[in-house]
């Protein structure tokens, strides 16, 4: 088992920034692959970014590419997601899940863990 928790979440206005922060216990995490995904009132959720066990291979929807940067830290066993130049459009409940070995998907009927999540409002 792993167990996920997202923090770091709040209210923000249009060109701010936040860092989404989620802590994982329960087994070695720098054996998991790790994704940031959203999900908005009314849509299905969707993958916000993707960062390989290592930390060396990442990836980004189009949406946040350029905006938004994924980081982890093993010795800490924490992934983040630093998100800069925020739209209206970005507000939506962020989940980090956790998938084994090393490399992430785009689809998050891959992932076997996820946080409870952490709200994100942009307002214009």
């Known amino acids: 088992q792993v167990q996920l928790v997202e923090s770091g979440g709040g209210l923000v206005q ?3 920034s936040l ?3 989620c802590a994982a216990s ?3 995490f720098s054996n998991y ?12 959720r969707e993958f916000v970014a993707g ?3 290592s930390g060396g291979g990442r990836s980004y929807a189009d949406s946040v590419k350029g ?4 980081s982890r830290d093993n010795a800490e066993n924490t992934v983040y997601l630093q998100m800069n130049s925020l739209k209206p459009d970005d507000t939506a409940i962020y989940y980090c899940a956790a998938r084994w070995g090393q490399y992430f998907s785009g689809t998050p009927s891959d992932y076997k863990y996820w ?3 952490t709200q994100v ?4």
């Open 26 to 28: 329960g087994r070695t």
């Open 33 to 44: 692959a790790m994704g940031w995904f959203r999900q908005a009132p009314g849509k299905e």
């Open 14 to 16: 249009a060109g701010g």
């Open 67 to 70: 905006r938004f940067t994924i």
């Open 121 to 124: 409002t942009v307002s214009s």
């Open 51 to 53: 960062i390989t066990s």
């Open 115 to 117: 946080g409870q999540g």
């Open 19 to 21: 860092r989404l922060s």
